[in-house]
């Protein structure tokens, strides 16, 4: 299977580090690329094609490599975007979102937030499933040829998301790999 992952925002934050936690030091965009870069190492041991880009571009808005395009020339048979949350400080909790509940983008959706839910309840029984949910405003859904999936992992501005963020990278990465092999085996 070749799976392409988008780490979300900026490479290195400039211009674009989403959202940051500015009391413990934390963006977005770094949380993400640890991530999306550990569930692309855990998805090639285990023999699948990976492409991993991180950009701001995510259809020719602006400077650097467009992450729209790339997945679509490369054909892969699956998108994952990686981000965290951000709300008020109080909203806790992963979801998934996909372009349509009735397509193969919902399946994966649904088995990628399955995987990433278990995982941080399994550190944090209070941890919410918001379950999977429709987005038709997100380009990196709108714009690709391949069933697609922007997971947020968790709110980054509230502290015990936060904590499981910076503590559990690498359970998050293989969460997600679970969800996109499941997927495979599922099929298209």
Not at 25 to 33: F, S
Not at 36 to 64: D, K, Y
Not at 74 to 82: I, K, L, Q, R, T
Request: proline content about 4%; hydrophobic content about 45%; overall charge negative.
């Amino acid at each position: 299977m070749r799976v392409f992952i988008n780490p979300g925002h900026a490479l290195g934050g400039h211009p674009d580090p989403g959202a940051v936690n500015e009391a413990l030091g934390i963006r977005e965009c770094d949380i993400a690329m640890t991530v999306g870069s550990l569930a692309a190492n855990f998805l090639e041991l285990e023999g699948h094609e990976v492409s991993l880009l991180q950009s701001h571009n995510l259809m020719g808005e602006s400077a650097g490599p467009n992450v729209t395009a790339r997945a679509n020339a490369w054909e892969a048979d699956v998108f994952v975007s990686v981000h965290c949350n951000a709300a008020d400080g109080r909203a806790r909790g992963a979801e998934t979102f996909c372009w349509d509940l009735g397509s193969a983008g919902a399946r994966l959706a649904a088995l990628v937030q399955k995987e990433v839910w278990e995982t941080m309840a399994s550190f944090d029984a209070a941890f919410p499933n918001r379950g999977v949910k429709v987005r038709k405003d997100l380009c990196v859904l709108r714009a690709t040829a391949m069933p697609a999936v922007l997971a947020e992992l968790a709110f980054i501005d509230q502290p015990e998301d936060a904590r499981l963020l910076m503590e559990h990278g690498c359970d998050l990465g293989k969460a997600i790999a679970r969800g996109v092999m499941a997927f495979g085996r599922q099929g298209f």
